[in-house]
C-alpha cells in the first residue's frame, strides 16, 4: 500500500506559477504509476498529467499541454506537478494518485486506473 500527501496549493493569480508536491509512504514507490487529477465543482475529476513508474513516459492533458510539467523522484518517493500561466479554468482541488504496475513504461489517465489517492489540495485562480 501507499499513502499520499499533496502539498504547495493556494489562492494565486492569474498568470502566475505553482509546484504543486506529493509525498509517498511505502517501500516500493518506484513500481507505481502516478498522476494528478483535478476536480472543480460540479464537474468530474479530470486527469491533468500522468507519469510512469519509470518516469520516463508522461502524459498531459490537453488543457494543460504546454504549461505543465510532471516529474518524479524514485528516490525521494515524490512527484511533483508544475504549472505556469494559471487561468480562473484552473481552479480546482487537485489530487495525486498511484497505481501498482508491473509495466515500467506505461502511463494511466482514468480515475478508476487507480488505487490509492491523496486528500487534495485546492488550488484557486480568481478571476
Known amino acids: 500500500q501507499v499513502q499520499l500527501v499533496e502539498s504547495g496549493g493556494g489562492l494565486v493569480q492569474a498568470g502566475d506559477s505553482l509546484r504543486l508536491s506529493c509525498a509517498a509512504s511505502g517501500r516500493t514507490f518506484s513500481s507505481y504509476a502516478m498522476g494528478w487529477f483535478r476536480q472543480a465543482p460540479g464537474k468530474e475529476r479530470d486527469i491533468v498529467a500522468a507519469i510512469s513508474s519509470s518516469g520516463a513516459i508522461i502524459y498531459y492533458a490537453g488543457s494543460v499541454k504546454g504549461r505543465c510539467t510532471i516529474s518524479r523522484d524514485n528516490a525521494k518517493k515524490t512527484v511533483s506537478l508544475h504549472m505556469n500561466s494559471l487561468t480562473p479554468e484552473d481552479t480546482a482541488v487537485y489530487y495525486c494518485?498511484?497505481?501498482?504496475?508491473?509495466?515500467?513504461?506505461?502511463?494511466?489517465?482514468?480515475?478508476?486506473?487507480?488505487?490509492?489517492w491523496g486528500q487534495g489540495t485546492q488550488v484557486t485562480v480568481p478571476s
Open positions: 494518485a498511484a497505481t501498482q504496475t508491473p509495466h515500467s513504461g506505461r502511463y494511466y489517465s482514468k480515475p478508476d486506473d487507480y488505487a490509492y
